[in-house]
């Protein structure tokens, strides 16, 4: 894990989403950047597609996850 310096005005911003996020300021961070590298990549990719392959991504990394368990337990 690394150390991120951003201003205060963003830190401000990201603590108060994370309040009404009901995630870590660490966790909100981590959300917006990994949108802003998806929308990055895929300059045409609407809002709502972005979080469609979010969700996509962390429903396929459960899966691995519920796999990983049945095969070592």
Do not use: F
């Amino acid at each position: 894990m690394g150390l991120v310096k951003i201003s205060e005005q963003l830190h401000e911003e990201a603590r108060i989403a994370c309040k009404a996020m009901s995630r870590s300021i660490n966790a909100q961070a981590e959300h917006w950047m990994r949108v802003g590298m998806l929308v990055e990549a895929n300059p045409g990719m609407t809002y709502a597609q972005v979080l469609r392959q979010l969700m996509d991504e962390a429903r396929e990394s459960d899966r691995r996850e519920q796999a990983a368990a049945r095969v070592s337990g």
